[in-house]
């Protein structure tokens, strides 16, 4: 199904070609690039890049790092303030310094409903009752766009925000016939794990088929604890705020995640020397936005370690990557103890 909605939002007919999505990634990519030449301060000096030998002009440019973003995040406004519709500020626990601030317009908040849109299509049905664990009631919060997207899916989500009483979550999702639960994965892990510690978890099972967890590094652990005990499928979003929570959905045939390739296009680089790695070959993830229009980011570094595959064995012509792999292994493929 995500074929056919990269597809569409690629102007591409049905079934796609690789060749097809690729050629159409490289026009995005050089309107990327010249737009964020015009239009913002950070990215005025980076050269134009040619019609012939794109590609390798394209990753012949310098990378953004998440120190540049935060120190001057309004240099990378590609649109008048007046356009700017939501701006989020993203903290890290024990990050020193400024935080990020990312700037969104009215655009980009739609391309993020449209990807919500079509990732909780691989997972939820009609008849589901989606309950989000997501912290946030602001609008144009991911809450919000994530509730919106499944509106248009005619599946009705409730937000409930991390719990801090277990008791009272298990009985809202008994009252209200919550058969989904979204959220992050460590909050609906110790969810889960509450629920058999009270002896209420074979009451949720019963209603409960599907959970969605996102965090930089889901363990095995976690996701099996929550499928042995609820009885349930679980399935992975891998996004971040910089991208407009724009990113990847595991796929249940391959185990892998599929790239939302008409929004994003990764990289993977060797961490220390940033020299290009072959597909297949695990190293750290580099992202160029492809529609958001407030602010583009062009080859960011985002830290995660992974790889991505161009063949998947379900048979999606969209590339995967590997799930991201935990601390350790940044720390070995940097060479630190």
């Known amino acids: 199904m995500l074929d056919k909605a990269v597809a569409q939002r690629a102007g591409l007919e049905m079934p796609p070609s690789r060749e097809e999505l690729d050629a159409w990634q490289a026009r995005r990519l050089k309107a990327v690039v010249d737009l964020a030449r015009k239009k913002s301060r950070f990215y005025k000096d980076i050269p134009e890049l040619p019609e012939k030998n794109f590609p390798e ?11 540049e973003l935060k120190a001057d995040p309004g240099a990378f406004l590609c649109v008048p303030p007046d356009d700017v519709d939501r701006i989020t500020t993203l903290t890290t626990s024990g990050s020193t310094g400024m935080p990020k601030r990312i700037f969104s317009s009215a655009e980009d908040l739609e391309n993020t409903v449209v990807h919500f849109m079509w990732g909780m299509n691989e997972f939820v049905k009609k008849g589901d009752r989606v309950l989000s664990l997501y912290p946030g009631k602001t609008e144009y919060g991911l809450n919000d766009l994530l509730k919106k997207g499944l509106e248009r899916l005619g599946v009705p989500m409730m937000i409930y925000g991390v719990p801090d009483d277990h008791n009272d979550l298990f009985k809202t999702i008994r009252e209200e016939r919550i058969t989904f639960i979204a959220g992050p994965a460590p909050v609906v892990h110790e969810a889960a794990l509450i629920s058999r510690d009270l002896k209420q978890d074979d009451s949720l099972a019963e209603q409960i088929t599907g959970v969605l967890v996102s965090a930089a590094f889901v363990s095995d652990s976690c996701r099996s604890d929550i499928r042995d005990i609820w ?42 020397t940033g020299k290009e790695l072959p597909e297949g070959q695990t190293g750290e993830l580099v992202v160029t936005t492809l529609d958001r229009r407030a602010m583009p980011l062009i080859r960011y570094r985002t830290g995660d370690i992974t790889k991505v595959l161009p063949q998947s064995a379900c048979g999606s012509i969209l590339k995967t990557i590997e799930r991201v792999h935990d601390r350790q292994e940044k720390k070995r493929l940097r060479g630190r103890p």
């Open 57 to 67: 002009a394209f990753k012949a440019l310098p990378f953004t790092t998440p120190d």
């Open 231 to 272: 009885h349930c499928d679980v399935d992975e979003h891998y996004a971040m705020t910089e991208t407009g929570f724009e990113g990847a959905v595991s796929c249940p045939v391959c185990g892998n995640f599929h790239v939302w390739e008409c929004g994003l296009y990764y990289e993977i680089i060797d961490p220390v």
